[in-house]
């Protein structure tokens, strides 16, 4: 039995949603790829004594912390959240203590190797 026309025109449908959602996975991949490594500058600032650009650094993890749910990718926007929780919790204007430049290391490290394990599946 053939499918109906009703049936056929919900399957393009399924299908043209597949292909969007896959083609926008691959443009937050790539976006991401470049937000880390903005992020991991902005940390170098840091380090330096611009504690401004923690604001940075919170703008991408939030951005991708909420993109990442939104695309269904849980583990990379639990990853992001972390981060984005982490700069909330430095005082406005002062430079972080090596403490919690350790832990912004390691959790845009972590990140970064999310990122990468969704990237290997998605493509």
Known sequence: MS????????A???AAAKARMAELAAKFVTRTRGEIATMRDALARVRCG????IGE???F???????GATLGFDALSDRAYAIEKL???QPQG?????SALARFEAEIGA?????????????
């Open 3 to 10: 499918p109906t026309p009703e049936e056929k025109a919900r």
């Open 12 to 14: 393009e449908k399924m």
């Open 50 to 53: 611009d504690a401004a650009a």
């Open 57 to 59: 650094i919170r703008h």
């Open 61 to 67: 993890a939030h951005r991708m912390a909420g993109t």
């Open 87 to 89: 700069a909330d919790a």
């Open 94 to 98: 002062i430079a972080p203590d090596l």
């Open 111 to 123: 990140l970064d190797v999310e990122l990468r394990m969704l990237a290997g599946r998605i493509s």
